[in-house]
């Protein structure tokens, strides 16, 4: 069964940092572009960032650029996003997600992980 | 960065009805798009990707149209279980965008 499972998550305080982890199985990780994408409370879906196959092409959102790192480890089938500098417009569920530029679809995602960015 | 434009935000139908929700590019995007249904708590699920391809194990009931800028999802006769919210995403160019999404609710 292909999978995915964050975990990380949690309460930081603003201008903390955080680190989310993507544990994969069911599937070959080391083929495949992973994402993070977050969902804030009550609204819409927005795309963090991607990383490819081989961890040598990393691409952000403007808005967390310079803050957060995503990265990967083929040896342990992860994908992680360290997070710096954390503002409260960050909070949200944070899903990772495999990601086809052929099809351009994100298929699987995991079950997603809460992080909560307050005082 | 490509903004993806969805409407209606919200729309009421009954079991049995057709729904059609358009998303719209800001510019030509060809057919980079997907479909995801998402329920609550839940991380969203892909319905349709390359515009118009069904997901397997998709029933096919859904259905995508579109290329270039304006496209279509319509879902033919509404079951209780597609009672949900739908996002289109681009897949041109990074960043990837969402659109606002629609959520489907029981009249």
């Known amino acids: 069964e292909v999978k995915l499972v964050e975990s990380g998550g949690g309460l930081v305080q603003p201008g903390g940092s955080l680190g989310l982890s993507c544990a994969a199985s069911?599937?070959?990780?080391?083929?495949?572009?992973m994402t993070w994408v977050r969902q804030g409370p009550g609204k819409g879906l927005e795309w963090v960032a991607n990383?490819?196959?081989?961890?040598?092409?990393?691409y952000y959102v403007d808005s967390v650029k310079g803050r957060f790192t995503i990265s990967r480890d083929t040896a342990k089938n992860s994908l992680y996003l360290q997070m710096n500098s954390l503002r409260a417009e960050d909070t949200a569920v944070y899903y990772c997600?495999?990601?086809?530029?052929?099809?351009?679809?994100?298929?699987?995602w995991g079950q997603g992980s809460l992080v909560t960015v307050s005082s | 960065d490509i903004q993806m434009t969805q409407s209606p935000s919200s729309v009421s139908a009954s079991v049995g009805d057709r729904v059609t929700i358009t998303c719209r590019a800001s510019?030509?995007?060809?057919?980079?798009l997907a479909w995801y249904q998402q329920k609550p708590g839940k991380a969203p699920k892909v319905l349709i990707y390359t515009a118009s391809t069904l997901q397997s194990g998709v029933p096919s009931r859904f259905s995508g149209r579109g290329s270039g800028t304006d496209f279509t999802l319509s879902i033919s006769r509404l079951q209780p279980e597609d009672f949900a919210t739908y996002f289109c995403?681009?897949?041109?160019?990074?960043?990837?965008?969402f659109g606002g999404g629609t959520r489907v609710e029981i009249k």
């Open positions: 997600a495999s990601y086809d530029p052929k099809s351009g679809c994100l298929d699987p």
């Open positions: 990383i490819k196959p081989d961890g040598s092409e990393k």
């Open positions: 069911g599937f070959t990780f080391s083929n495949y572009w």
């Open positions: 995403q681009q897949a041109n160019s990074f960043p990837l965008t």
């Open positions: 510019q030509d995007i060809s057919s980079s």
